[in-house]
């Protein structure tokens, strides 16, 4: 860690593995060439020993300047002494000239673009139907824990996550803002306070998403609501494997699982009968779901309506030009069975769907358990 009397000697060297190991540049000081809070980008550079050096954006590292307390050690412990993508990375300690207060520092830190939520507020939580998570929130709350549990493996905690202390330079989440808790809470309860505050970050998706909808557009927190119900059922001795368990989760999965999942999986499934009379009294779905559906699904049925009959046709003689039995009968709009016929059947054609229309977004938004996303 580097205090505002080691400022002018640079940073020594880290014995453990894990944490940063710095390269014989980043060992020389660095001389700050402007200081100024209205500005949050700086240039610093090595002094340069044989004459005046020159500020040059192209040659000299770029880093953003924040005003913080010296009594938030171990902030500046992590910040300096571990390396992770998602883990905001202090490059200068040293005294606040600029303010009156004797415990204000100037910290010197990687680039950054502002807090994540401007990133994910608004519809941008959403896909183009209105299913949360959208891509992009689904990445970013994967970083987010991959944060979280890279302190625990390094016997640390983050102490105030939030979306108000989350950053991000590009498309790179960067946690900040960490809080020691040892005057309140063990080390293993920060641990899982983190996890917790985490949980909360979740929530405020979901009650953003209900305040921004309207009768014209209603968000589906399906896969939301149901993380937020698994890690409500989990507790501290989860911690070790907590990452995994909600990686596996639904809400994290990405296209190709979606896809293999309901092509394969269910659509076997559909060949039980017990599983098919228990779908039959479940309530994912209304009757008439071929009618009470959005726009985007009317769509997708009747593409599969077509797929469908184009099979059918196909399929009425065999080599000998004898008539065949039909096996793909139309969808019934009162059959919970056929409702989910066609989200597999979407999943398992949908590349020849995309050959019939490349503007097709297959999204099944209003059981429980929704299914598979995508463009097709």
């Not at 005294?95 to 010197?108: E, G, H, I, Y």
């Not at 890279?150 to 960067?174: A, C, E, M, P, Q």
């Not at 589906?220 to 989990?234: P, R, V």
């Not at 009959?309 to 793909?328: C, F, I, L, P, V």
């Amino acid at each position: 860690m580097v205090s505002p009397s080691q400022c002018e000697e640079g940073p020594s060297q880290p014995k453990e593995n894990n944490k940063r190991k710095f390269t014989k540049e980043s060992n020389t000081s660095f001389k700050v060439m402007s200081l100024n809070f209205k500005k949050r980008t700086h240039l610093l550079h090595k002094p340069d020993l044989q004459g005046v050096v020159v500020a040059d954006s192209t040659t000299y590292p770029t880093v953003c300047l924040r005003e913080d307390s010296a009594d938030n050690e171990y902030a500046f412990h992590i910040m300096h002494d571990l390396n992770h993508q998602n883990i905001l990375s202090l490059k200068l300690l040293c005294d606040n000239k600029l303010s009156k207060d004797p415990t204000s520092v100037a910290t010197f830190v990687e680039p950054y673009d502002g807090l994540l939520w401007s990133m994910v507020a608004g519809d941008q939580f959403a896909d183009k139907c209105d299913h949360i998570p959208s891509p992009e929130l689904q990445n970013y709350l994967s970083q987010i824990a991959e944060g979280i549990d890279f302190l625990r493996k390094n016997n640390l905690y983050h102490g105030d996550l939030s979306w108000d202390t989350t950053l991000y330079h590009g498309s790179t989440v960067k946690l900040a803002g960490f809080k020691s808790k040892e005057s309140v809470m063990t080390k293993e309860e920060a641990q899982w306070y983190d996890w917790t505050c985490y949980l909360a970050m979740l929530k405020y998706v979901s009650e953003s998403a209900l305040a921004l909808s309207t009768s014209d557009r209603n968000y589906f927190c399906g896969d939301l609501d149901s993380l937020i119900n698994m890690l409500q059922t989990l507790d501290r001795t989860s911690l070790s494997t907590i990452k995994d368990t909600v990686f596996e989760h639904i809400f994290f999965w990405k296209l190709p699982r979606r896809l293999k999942f309901f092509a394969h999986t269910i659509s076997l499934k559909l060949k039980d009968a017990r599983f098919r009379n228990e779908l039959s009294k479940s309530a994912i779905r209304g009757k008439s779901w071929n009618v009470n559906c959005s726009p985007e699904f009317k769509g997708l049925l009747k593409r599969m309506n077509n797929y469908q009959e184009a099979q059918r046709q196909n399929s009425r003689k065999d080599k000998k030009g004898k008539a065949t039995k039909n096996k793909n009968e139309a969808y019934d709009g009162d059959s919970l069975n056929d409702y989910v016929r066609v989200i597999c059947g979407a999943c398992t054609h949908w590349r020849q769907l995309q050959a019939a229309a490349s503007d097709v977004y297959v999204v099944q938004k209003d059981p429980q358990e929704p299914c598979c996303t995508a463009t097709i």
